[in-house]
């Protein structure tokens, strides 16, 4: 009969870190993962959901916030556009203004 406090054969518990410096196992079974009861598993699935939905509502919001940024850094742009013809069609009109003032005056 096999002991099933013994590692199987080949295997170096204590290269793979199972000992403490005490010598001793620190976990009694090798190959068990640690049971959970349905209540504690449905709370930390919950909890990953949680933490899952957060993160997905913040990248929505800095998408929304990089998504303003851009349009209002266009509208910026399109009122400096504006703005600049408006000055260049002032000035336009400014030097027309004068030149028919010395064509007039001559």
Partial sequence: PIDKMAPPPGYDPAAL????QKRTFKRKYLC???KY???KLEGIKRHIYKRKMEQLEEERERERKER???????????????LEEEAAKAQRLAELKAKAETLRQE
């Fill in 17 to 20: 870190g199972w000992y403490s």
């Fill in 68 to 82: 303003e940024e851009a349009a209002s850094k266009e509208l910026d742009e399109g009122k400096r556009k504006v």
């Fill in 37 to 39: 009861t349905a209540a």
């Fill in 32 to 34: 068990v993962r640690p």
